[in-house]
């Protein structure tokens, strides 16, 4: 495990989150098994690469998580993917990672386990500390988390505690109570052990298509995109593969500091004390794990790109009717993000790209139900006649 502010390191030991000496980030530096081969595992899901996921569980929290589809693009490009993180347990990658950090505090003997979340981080980690039968706390910051999300963690038994302000005052609050009392267990991306389980995405997808050019996220406290070419890299230390997928990632306008730092060429970001987006999932003004996101950006070779609320909503209505897709709005920023990155040259559209769609669309309902659509009060004696009509105007 080596710090990535002071440069620390210290053998793997699962006890351990934070760096010792400063407090740092740590990352988990595995030496894969040898003789590994993806050909050899078996089952499915996250747990299909137990070998490549440090740690020593006693017991495994799963639901079943991961072998999410990468579905093919029918009606934008042929070239593009889209990982459809929704169809998760509980509706989005979180659950990825959270298998993993419950099924390792659970086997440090843990009984109660904390998050603080913008809506996906609570309902997965209620849901996984249900499953292994202990308690959970979830602070979120007090009417801006999306309703969908609200109610899991509601229904899943969480105690929530709502706080005055963003999520990033959440957030401290939960690194300030492992810090000085170690009697709650964290689940947010500050452990290093949840992203062991969020790297497997790039696992599944050389699995299904091989290592592609582009791999576009989402970025909001910024441990996916790192986690998935964490992935990746591991796979090129085991000489499976023989190259890295340039790592792009898609921040609104409103809570974009790792995107201006990188379009900046700047080596920090410039935090925002007051992130606003209609996509609640990324809507983080000091994301913890920005020097892991800054450094999976850089090595890939990769880029940043900032988009709009009023293009994520439109690409989430593109996903819905062009591909079938019903995808949160945070999900939809990897599309803005992509368009924008055609549009601008910065890919090829003849690239073969991935979109990691991280959420599920019915997680914010409120953000559906602004598309907008033709919704007409209709006598049903009549009804016949204006299908007729809408058919025939369609046709013409």
Same mark, same amino acid.
């Given at each position: 495990? #080596? ?20 407090? &740092? ?24 690469? #137990? ?33 459809? =993180?929704?169809?998760?347990?509980? &509706? ?30 609570? %309902? ?5 500390? $249900? ?64 992203? =062991?389980? @969020? ?34 890299? =591991? ?13 792009? &990632?898609? @921040? ?8 201006? $730092? ?28 920005? @020097? ?11 880029? %940043? ?9 439109? %690409? @989430? ?33 003849? =690239? ?21 659509? #033709? ?17 025939? &105007?369609?046709?013409?």
């Amino acid at each position: 495990m #080596k710090c990535l502010s002071c440069g620390y390191e210290t053998p793997i030991d699962q006890h351990t989150i934070l760096c010792p000496k400063c407090g &740092g980030l740590l990352e988990i530096i595995i030496e894969p098994p040898k003789g590994f081969s993806l050909s050899k595992l078996k089952g499915r899901g996250v747990w299909r690469y #137990k070998d490549l996921i440090p740690g020593y569980y006693k017991s495994i929290i799963s639901i079943n998580e991961g072998n999410t589809p990468l579905i093919k693009s029918a009606n934008i490009n042929k070239q593009l993917y889209f990982k459809f =993180e929704g169809l998760n347990p509980t &509706g989005s990658f979180k659950d990825r990672g959270m298998t993993v950090a419950v099924s390792s505090a659970v086997s440090l003997n843990y009984k109660t386990v904390i998050a603080a979340s913008t809506g996906n981080t609570a %309902a997965s980690a209620a849901a996984y500390a $249900a499953r292994a039968g202990i308690k959970s706390f979830i602070v979120l910051p007090k009417g801006k988390v999306a309703l969908g999300k609200l109610a899991q963690s509601v229904l899943y038994g969480a105690i929530i505690l709502e706080v005055d302000g963003s999520f990033d005052v959440a957030m401290e609050a939960v690194m300030r109570l492992y810090r000085d009392l170690k009697i709650v267990y964290p689940l947010n991306s500050f452990n290093p052990w949840r992203l =062991e389980g @969020q790297k497997t995405i790039a696992f599944e997808i050389m699995e299904d298509i091989g290592v592609p050019e582009n791999v576009i996220v989402p970025v909001g406290n910024a441990g996916n995109i790192y986690a998935i070419w964490k992935g990746f890299n =591991e796979l090129l230390k085991i000489g499976i593969i023989d190259k890295v997928p340039r790592m792009i &990632g898609v @921040q609104a306008e409103g809570a974009s500091p790792i995107a201006n $730092a990188i379009i900046k060429g700047k080596n920090e970001p410039d935090f925002i004390e007051n992130p606003d987006t209609v996509a609640t999932a990324i809507r983080i003004g000091r994301p913890v794990n920005w @020097q892991k996101a800054m450094k999976a950006i850089k090595e890939s070779k990769g880029t %940043a790109i900032i988009v709009s609320d009023s293009e994520i909503l439109e %690409a @989430q209505k593109t996903l819905a009717r062009k591909e079938g897709i019903g995808a949160e709005p945070a999900s939809a920023a990897a599309l803005a993000g992509y368009l924008k990155a055609i549009n601008n040259g910065i890919i090829d559209k003849d =690239e073969k790209t991935v979109l990691i769609l991280t959420g599920h669309s019915l997680k914010d309902p409120e953000s559906m139900a602004k598309a907008d659509t #033709k919704r007409i009060l209709v006598n049903p004696l009549h009804i016949e006649k204006i299908i007729v009509g809408e058919i025939n &105007g369609f046709n013409s």
